[in-house]
């Protein structure tokens, strides 16, 4: 089904956010073994602008991210992505949904080895069975400056350029939001800063929505704006933020 | 090390059970093979001791030779009657009873078909209704006089014939209307062992056996305090020469011990097809073992990074094999008795009644079983234990856990020389003298040879053999890449079907090259219009020759009869023939000679075997009848084609002169001159109404029949064959599975960005379709090769043609598709359920 009609048929407040969530709680097991991940959190990710998510580790981001980005469920709470609320999809909708509307890039296994590296960009596209728009694939490839390398396997393509071609995959779809979580968190920090100037170009040229996680503060201030995360729930926020600020921030956090 | 390999083995629960599984099989087939002939040996065994039970000692005239296994098992002489007074006479004898028996088949009279035959005999006996004698009367009279009958129970309840019933009996001479007026039983059983029988009194049986004044054997009971052997001995010293005294329990041991020599061919044959299974399951044992190694890698590195030796991390593999081994080999003991029960209780439901006997579990038999269960597994895990040996600790430092991709180069020396010793083995076992072990031998290391070496193709015939998948879009794709990127792993996954198919394929072909053998043997042969048969393997009375003969629309009749005898120190098969008439119905292409010497003394050799045998004409050739002992032929004529008549020929003269039992195994007629075939049919068939168990058949009508009797074999064979082919797929199952473990995070990732369940479903499916359909394809090559290989060899023994029968292979590979599609349902199903979280977890 066209997701567009989803879209009219279901309630809820209009909002110009990309992404929110609503009194988000998630808890892994039960009982004793019982962990809240997420402790109550309500947050709106903008249009058109780079978040960066950073909290000490098992402070939740991962948890949120996977939440917001239908890969988990909460236990409690509402995620929507732009009117649809994901918590009221099937199991079917919700892949449609990621394969339509949204982007990702992981930390590792972002690509599928037996395919190119053009393959994997546009696997989302063969996925649904859609004709690569061309003129869009092309600015894409452009722009991660990998069109030498598009014939090579990922095995034969450094880390920095498997993210790179991850990050160009997450984008070909023009998703209406991309969720990242640690993208440069295997790679040394020049290929780190060539991907993160490719996601802020992405955001500035053309209007891509990012939702980034991660540790480190010089890649944080790529982004427009900075969401702190401890033990579950929001410890502040910071937009224009900069490698210092940030590392001030955390410390606070961390204490 | 010890704890380390537990470990592993239990962690690893539905791998496991499905990796037992291809072994348990086997070693079932094995164990279930021994149990079932067993427990036969022991029944048949029990079955004739219970049957002389009553009696002491038995007269009977000696036999030349035991004839075991063949159609007419006693071929001995009757004696004159008149010997009970004889025996009578003897101090100690209580009482003597003289037997006859012989063919004699009961017509069902509600359809007006002749019982039984295909299988066990059809068994006409004197009965003087003593109650000590074996026979034992269920319900009824004994029958008296000319007229009267008794039946066995199973056939009395299986057809519905009650006492006062009038039942037609057919003998070898002319047949007869009885009326039932018993029905009687063995102790128990209600049959002997699937036999029908029809019983008389003493002198009826007489008539109707054609053995006026002659008795086959005397049952003799002794008096109180005298032993058997005692009453031999006395008996024996007033016998007349030829004629012998044994005791009845030496009687029922050689009765059960022809049996039992017989049920050795049928054990044998089975466990051919237990070490097919055994040897497919090995197959999978070797590549699960492969796989479980590469995922264990760098745990293995870590092993070996803290101290283990290569030796310790060989024994700890092995180890883990022959546990698996064993477990699988007890599960499969179990499994075979469990078979072999369900296999007693099939026969039953088939009318073969015999009396219960319990399950014989020898020690042999669980020792043979688990011995190769555990020798299969650890034979296949030597491979992969040397690899996981051979991982460097540096692999645990290695990010990516898998290990460097290995060249496949060194596979071609290899597999070359394992093919060309393979072909080798199998080229000395067909032409070179050699034994069937090394035909079998030669193919298995075939069937190694080729599936090392289809590693190497399976890149470019994946791509081919998947290109069709293209219409199923990226899941089609995948499952196709999937399938190219560990050649030897799909290698040996489809070599393991290879194997199944392969046989199948050669079993196909081998029939169809028979078929079309026997099509071009009866163009050649063959100039009769009309061919009578018998519905059982008995054969038929002399009759139905005698009524063809007075038919003015028949021109030539011609009988053929045969008989096991020994020659030159084997067994042979001799045939008898009417000399006046066979050059009319047969085409023998006389070498030297002529068919017109046959007569009196004469005999006709194959030229091949005369020459062998180094027998030109007018020399003597002994043929040893078990009736009348060894007789002087003499070397008349040689002719090349042995497919109607086989080796030897003699007249029919000589025929009725030296065999007890006179029943056609064949008539053949042409239509008198003037009279079509048809007209001749038709006058034949109606000619013929009273020998139900005569069939006539035209020519056209002759070949559908030899072909269908290839066919029942070869559909029973393949039958059997079907059990590797299902231990196949449990392989694709198997592999699949372990593959999907090991891409798990590649499955999660196609899931987080998009791709639905069915798609990831599609994409399981597709690999597993194009695994099987490779393993397909190689093993309808290896079986078309076989099968070439095998006619070539047997094309100077009746199967000069050799024929592919095209629509039976499609079907094949077809159907091996769709198996593999199937097999790769459970995988996929899994796959499409791996939780998107879990695979994308960076550990
Ligand atoms: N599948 C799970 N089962 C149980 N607990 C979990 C699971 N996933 C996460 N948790 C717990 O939830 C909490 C939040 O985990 P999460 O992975 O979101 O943290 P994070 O902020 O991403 O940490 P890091 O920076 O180390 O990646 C942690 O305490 C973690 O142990
Ligand atoms: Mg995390």
Redesign the pocket.
């Known amino acids: 089904m066209d997701t567009s009609t989803t879209t009219t048929d279901l309630p809820g407040p209009p909002s110009t956010a990309a992404a929110r969530a609503e009194g988000l709680r998630k808890v892994?097991?039960s009982g004793d073994a019982a962990?809240e991940?997420l402790r109550g959190i309500t947050i709106a990710f903008e249009r058109e602008q780079f978040t960066a998510i950073m909290?000490p580790?098992?402070?939740?981001?991962?948890?949120?991210l996977h939440v917001m980005a239908g890969l988990d469920t909460p236990t409690e709470g509402r995620v929507y992505v732009g009117d649809v609320d994901l918590t009221t999809l099937s199991e079917r909708k919700l892949t449609q949904l990621r394969r339509d509307r949204l982007g990702f890039v992981f930390q590792a296994f972002n690509l599928v080895p037996t395919l190119t590296a053009a393959e994997n960009i546009t696997l989302p596209l063969d996925i649904a069975g859609r004709k690569d728009e061309r003129g869009w694939f092309d600015v894409v490839v452009d722009t991660i400056g990998l069109r030498d390398r598009l014939r090579h396997r990922p095995s034969e393509l450094s880390g920095g350029q498997q993210q790179r071609v991850a990050a160009a995959r997450a984008l070909v779809t023009r998703p209406e939001i991309v969720f990242a979580d640690e993208p440069t968190g295997n790679l040394d920090s020049r290929s780190g800063a060539e991907l993160l100037s490719f996601l802020r170009q992405a955001v500035r040229e053309v209007g891509q929505t990012i939702v980034m996680?991660t540790?480190d503060p010089v890649a944080a201030s790529y982004a427009d704006r900075v969401v702190f995360?401890a033990d579950g729930k929001i410890a502040g926020e910071m937009t224009e933020p900069t490698a210092e600020r940030i590392l001030d921030h955390m410390k606070t956090l961390e204490a | 090390m010890w704890r380390a390999t537990f470990k592993s083995l239990l962690a690893r629960k539905v791998r496991l059970l499905l990796t037992t599984l291809s072994v348990v099989l086997g070693v079932g087939f094995v164990a279930g093979t021994f149990v079932l002939t067993d427990t036969m040996n022991a029944t048949f065994d029990q079955l004739f001791h219970n049957l002389t039970k009553n009696t002491d000692v038995i007269v009977q005239s000696r036999s030349a030779f035991d004839s075991a296994g063949s159609n007419n098992a006693d071929q001995r002489e009757p004696m004159p009657d008149s010997i009970v007074h004889t025996i009578e006479s003897v101090n100690g004898v209580a009482k003597a009873i003289p037997q006859v028996n012989g063919f004699a088949q009961i017509v069902d009279p509600a359809t007006g078909k002749p019982i039984g035959g295909m299988g066990p005999p059809a068994i006409g006996a004197s009965w003087s209704g003593d109650p000590s004698e074996a026979i034992t009367l269920r319900s009824g009279a004994a029958p008296h006089g000319p007229d009267e009958t008794a039946i066995d129970a199973a056939t009395a309840r299986k057809y519905g014939i009650g006492l006062g019933d009038r039942v037609k009996i057919l003998f070898e001479g002319p047949s007869h209307l009885f009326t039932v007026t018993g029905i009687v039983g063995f102790g128990q059983a209600d049959n002997l062992a699937g036999a029908t029988l029809a019983v008389f009194d003493f002198p009826t049986a007489q008539r109707v056996l054609d053995k006026v004044g002659l008795a086959d054997a005397v049952d003799v009971q002794a008096d109180p305090g005298i032993s058997a052997t005692t009453l031999r001995d006395r008996v024996a010293a007033v016998l007349p020469k030829g004629i012998e005294a044994i005791t009845a329990t030496d009687f029922a041991d050689q009765q059960a011990g022809q049996i039992q020599s017989a049920l050795g061919f049928f054990r044998t044959a089975l466990l051919v097809f237990a070490v097919v299974a055994l040897f497919v399951g090995g197959f999978i044992i070797l590549n699960t073992f492969t796989i479980i190694v590469t995922q264990r890698t760098r745990e293995l590195a870590l092993l070996r990074a803290i101290g283990a030796s290569r030796g310790q991390v060989t024994r700890s593999v092995l180890l883990e094999a022959a546990t698996l081994g064993m477990v699988a080999g007890a599960i499969g003991v179990v499994a075979g008795i469990g078979i072999a029960v369900g296999l007693q209780a099939l026969l039953g439901a088939f009318g073969i009644d015999l009396p219960s006997t319990s399950t014989q579990i020898l020690p042999r038999t669980v020792i043979v079983s688990l011995a190769a269960g555990l020798l299969v597994t650890v034979i296949a895990s030597v491979v992969p234990a040397r690899r996981a040996s051979a991982v460097a600790p540096v692999e645990a430092l290695r990010a990516d856990g898998a290990p460097a991709a290995r060249s496949l180069r060194r596979r071609v020396p290899a597999g070359i020389a394992v093919t060309a010793a393979g072909v080798g083995t199998l080229a000395y076992g067909l032409v070179g003298g050699g034994a069937l072990l090394f035909v079998g031998l030669g193919a298995a290391v075939t069937f190694v040879g080729v599936a090392i070496l289809s590693a190497l193709i399976v890149r470019p015939a994946a791509t081919a053999v998947g290109w069709p998948l293209r219409a199923l879009g990226l899941p089609g794709r995948l499952g196709r890449e999937n399938s190219r990127r560990n050649p030897r792993r799909t290698a040996s996954t489809s070599g393991a079907l290879m194997v199944g198919l392969g046989l199948m394929a050669f079993v196909a072909i081998f029939g169809a090259s028979v078929r079309s053998s026997v099509d071009h043997v009866i163009a050649d042969t063959v100039r009769a219009d009309l061919f009578l048969s018998s519905s059982s393997f008995e054969g038929f009375g002399p009759d139905a020759a005698q009524v063809l003969r007075t038919l003015p629309q028949i021109d030539a009749v011609s009988e053929f009869r045969v008989v096991q005898a020994r020659i030159a120190g084997g067994n042979a098969t001799v045939t008898g023939v009417d000399p006046s008439s066979i050059g009319r119905v047969a085409n023998l292409e006389m070498r030297s000679g002529s068919l017109g010497a046959l007569r009196g003394d004469a005999v006709l050799v194959q030229a091949d075997t005369a020459a062998e045998h180094g027998w030109s004409l007018g020399d003597p050739v002994r043929i040893e009848f078990a009736r009348t002992g060894t007789q002087t032929f003499t070397l008349a004529g040689t002719y090349e084609r042995d497919e109607i008549v086989g080796q030897y020929v003699i007249p029919m003269s000589a025929f009725e002169a030296n065999v007890t039992t006179q029943l056609d195994q064949a008539v053949l007629a042409t239509a008198a001159p003037g009279t079509s075939v048809a007209e001749a049919e038709r006058a034949a068939r109606s000619a013929l109404t009273d020998f139900p168990n005569v069939q006539v058949r035209n020519q056209a009508e002759f070949r559908a029949q030899q072909a269908k009797q290839v066919d029942a074999a070869m559909s029973l064979i393949t039958a059997l064959l079907l059990l590797a082919v299902l231990i196949s797929l449990f392989g694709i199952v198997n592999t699949l599975g372990l593959s999907i473990h090991e891409r798990r995070h590649e499955i999660g990732l196609l899931r987080a960005v998009g791709m639905s369940r069915a798609q990831v479903r599609r994409m399981v499916l597709a690999e597993s379709a194009i695994v099987a359909l490779l393993g397909a394809l190689l093993g309808t090559a290896v079986g078309i090769f076989f099968g070439w290989a095998v006619q070539r060899s047997l094309a100077d023994h009746g199967v000069s043609q050799f024929a592919i029968p095209g629509g039976q292979l499609a079907l094949y590979v077809a159907l091996a598709a769709v198996a593999g599609v199937l097999a790769g349902f459970v995988p996929a199903v899994r796959a499409s359920r791996l939780r998107i979280?879990d695979a994308i977890a960076y550990e």
Do not use: F, I, Q
């Open positions: 892994y097991g962990v991940a909290g580790s098992g402070s939740g981001k991962s948890t949120l996680v540790h995360l | 979280l």
